[in-house]
């Protein structure tokens, strides 16, 4: 069950929040979005709750009895991390160890056949976070376990992000209201995160997955074409599921931290991955970059500590060296942007050819994370460089999946890759604040009935978070 599957939409989050609101006390209402989630995610996969509960459990028993005293906490810190990386390490990456050893090797290990639960890396470096953070003393450990399993089990940010740190919502987990102009706000950016996702990335995500498909009938115009929708897809996919989270939370009273902050209109791959994805990366800068040095023992060290940092992004998405070489390649291009940094001298034909190179790096780079092998990466990267014979079939294989309607999307699509319609919609807040909310809220509903139609009419929802 996923936040845009009709189960969802239709059941389980109107029952839940109409029961939430029927509870009468903050503790009620705890225990009831606690259950909640470990039903959301015990939906199809009984035995991941049950490890999820093992994980929570570890982290608190440990942060609280490494609370007592030092010599405690640096015993047990140790354990509550390695006993979360053993864990992650074996249901994620160790049918890709022996496959790697086998390759590697000419050997013929069994490979070990793990079902992967879903959020795994998502709900394992919280608990990692909570660990440092109780350790770091910046975060007071929970002595009620159930707090903690509400914290890392919410179901909104449970299977797709964003990565919350526990200091984030450990007051609201004690003290939190609900009041109508907060639900309504949460409303509008849970809708506006369901229809990116649902009208937009499951649109152009159609035209990728095709592109990908294609195999030897893959043509220059299809390729990049492909390439580029991906690009908008996961762009849409990821924050679209953000959205949703932000917004789900915040009609529970949660406030969570944003998560993207217009990644396309970055001038550098540095700055494209200080808007991309920000929790994820906030989470290796404060728990990995920073441990090992950061930037504090000279030029090479730092160059050192953030390969390794793109090396465990890459891998921390999934088990394949598709993924790795996705975090090396962006790893590559920021170590280059370092070695190559210049006093910045602002002009506008400098700023075009600054975005313009980021965009062709990340488009690139995502042919890599899209891929299923580095074989079809390859077919595909000399499809779009090299295979210059555009004859009229090649075009109109194309242009037969620019419809009209995808037309429209994918320029509505770009449009929203950039701060240009909400500059415009805050500005009409400004000069004409009535209409301008009368104008968001009948939006508001217009693109939840197109959602409902569309979830209706449709199977295509893939939900490309399975891999996490």
């Excluded at 449970?158 to 987990?173: D, K, M, N, S």
């Excluded at 592109?211 to 009938?217: C, E, K, P, R, S």
């Excluded at 991906?230 to 932000?246: C, E, N, P, R, W």
């Excluded at 301008?436 to 295509?460: D, E, F, Q, R």
């Amino acid at each position: 069950m996923t936040f845009s599957s009709p189960a969802f939409l239709f059941v389980f989050f109107p029952v839940v929040l109409l029961l939430y609101c029927l509870c009468p006390g903050l503790r009620a209402k705890n225990m009831l979005l606690m259950v909640a989630s470990l039903l959301f995610y015990a939906y199809g996969e009984p035995f991941a709750m049950l490890l999820m509960l093992f994980v929570v459990f570890l982290s608190w028993s440990c942060a609280l009895l490494g609370a007592k005293s030092k010599q405690w906490q640096r015993l047990l810190l140790p354990i509550g991390i390695t006993g979360n990386l053993v864990l992650l390490g074996i249901y994620k990456y160790a049918g890709f160890f022996v496959r790697s050893l086998n390759d590697l090797f000419g050997l013929s290990l069994p490979i070990p056949q793990i079902v992967l639960p879903i959020g795994i890396s998502f709900f394992i470096f919280q608990a990692i976070s909570y660990l440092m953070d109780t350790a770091r003393d910046q975060a007071q450990p929970q002595k009620n376990y159930l707090h903690l399993l509400l914290y890392i089990s919410f179901f909104p940010q449970l299977i797709a992000g964003p990565i919350v740190r526990y200091q984030t919502i450990a007051e609201a987990l004690q003290h939190r209201s609900m009041t109508l102009l907060q639900t309504a706000s949460g409303f509008r950016r849970m809708i506006l995160g369901l229809s990116k996702k649902l009208l937009f990335a499951d649109t152009l995500g159609f035209i990728a997955d095709a592109a990908f498909n294609a195999g030897d009938t893959l043509t220059l115009p299809l390729a990049w074409l492909g390439a580029v929708c991906y690009t908008l897809q996961i762009y849409f996919d990821f924050s679209g599921y953000s959205d949703m989270a932000i917004g789900m939370g915040r009609i529970f009273g949660f406030s969570f931290l944003e998560n993207f902050r217009y990644p396309y209109c970055a001038d550098s791959i540095t700055d494209f991955w200080r808007r991309w994805h920000i929790s994820l990366t906030t989470w290796f800068r404060e728990y990995l970059y920073i441990p090992l040095g950061g930037n504090r023992k000279g030029k090479w060290r730092t160059i050192c500590n953030k390969w390794i940092v793109f090396f465990c992004t890459g891998l921390w998405h999934g088990a394949s060296w598709n993924f790795i070489l996705w975090g090396l390649v962006n790893g590559f291009f920021m170590t280059l942007e370092q070695l190559l940094a210049k006093q910045k001298q602002h002009s506008v034909i400098k700023n075009c050819l600054s975005h313009c190179y980021t965009l062709l790096v990340v488009i690139c780079a995502f042919v890599l994370f899209r891929a299923e092998t580095l074989t079809q990466a390859r077919h595909f990267y000399l499809t779009m460089f090299t295979d210059w014979n555009i004859d009229h079939a090649a075009l109109s294989g194309c242009f037969h999946y620019l419809t009209p309607l995808v037309w429209m999307i994918l320029i509505l699509a770009i449009l929203s890759c950039t701060p240009l319609l909400r500059k415009c919609y805050t500005t009409l807040l400004q000069q004409h604040p009535t209409a301008a909310a009368v104008c968001g809220y009948v939006g508001t509903i217009i693109l939840l009935m197109i959602c409902m139609l569309n979830v209706a009419s449709t199977s295509y929802h893939p939900f490309i978070y399975f891999r996490f």
